[in-house]
């Protein structure tokens, strides 16, 4: 922070008590944007100024921001867009909470700036890293390739890709009700064969039922009812070979 008076510099971060006057000159502080080193500090001042509940309070908090901050820096219609879809109580609720949970709440922030505003992925998260660094939070605002959104071609009722209902399944072929692809309802089944209701492919019903025959209500091909009726004769109730 940077006072406008004798024009010397410090921490707010550093400050517990009086963050209003300046360390140095000892004189009450005149803010603008350009007495911040950054917007998350900026914000910081102004929930010193106003108590962390103004997270909780969304017309103060703008209503701080603009008074103590300004409303031209870079950035300023976004952080007002966090301010108004509420992300600073998601925060606040987090604010006592161990790390892990404020890791949750952060992700929750984005999400609702996204929702909200549709507000680009990645531009929210920089925004929401401004109040988590404002509240001092040491959690990673960083985001690796797993937590990516994932692109998605042809989704089914479940919102996941048809595509990824297994990860062979390059061809966006049709999925059975657990989201695997007909195709793979067994590995061996790369034909597009039918499936039976367990999705495993009628020509797999027995692994030498290699030409497709019909299948007894086990799955097991009627052409192996026994192992030496090799030409398709009819099978009894036991499906074993009427011959």
Same mark, same amino acid.
């Given at each position: ?171 966006? /072929?049709? %999925? @059975?009700?657990?989201? #695997? =692809?007909? +195709?793979?309802?067994? *590995?061996?089944? &790369?034909?597009?064969? $039918?499936? !039976? ?15 497709? /025959?019909? %299948? @007894?209500?086990?799955? #097991? =091909?009627? +052409?192996?009812?026994? *192992?030496?009726? &090799?030409?398709?004769? $009819?099978? !009894? ?7």
């Amino acid at each position: 922070m940077k006072c406008n008076k004798c024009n010397k510099t410090w921490s707010l971060y550093d400050v517990k008590d009086n963050y209003d006057i300046c360390p140095h000159c000892k004189q009450k502080i005149s803010t603008k944007f350009d007495s911040f080193d950054s917007v998350a500090e900026g914000l910081h001042y102004c929930i010193k100024a106003g108590g962390k509940d103004i997270l909780k309070n969304k017309s103060k908090m703008n209503s701080y921001i603009s008074d103590l901050m300004g409303n031209s820096f870079n950035d300023r219609n976004l952080v007002k867009n966090a301010v108004e879809s509420d992300i600073g109580a998601i925060l606040y609720d987090a604010d006592e909470k161990d790390n892990q949970e404020k890791q949750i709440a952060f992700n929750q922030a984005v999400a609702r700036m996204e929702r909200e505003f549709s507000t680009n992925h990645e531009k929210a998260r920089e925004i929401v890293s401004y109040f988590t660094q404002a509240l001092q939070w040491n959690i990673n605002v960083s985001e690796n390739e797993n937590e990516k959104p994932k692109q998605q071609t042809e989704a089914d009722s479940a919102s996941n890709a048809v595509i990824q209902g297994n990860p062979q399944n390059t061809s966006v /072929n049709p %999925v @059975n009700s657990t989201g #695997n =692809a007909v +195709i793979q309802g067994n *590995p061996q089944n &790369t034909g597009g064969n $039918p499936v !039976n209701s367990t999705g495993n492919a009628v020509i797999q019903g027995n692994p030498q039922n290699t030409g497709g /025959n019909p %299948v @007894n209500s086990t799955g #097991n =091909a009627v +052409i192996q009812g026994n *192992p030496q009726n &090799t030409g398709g004769n $009819p099978v !009894n109730s036991t499906g074993n070979a009427v011959i």
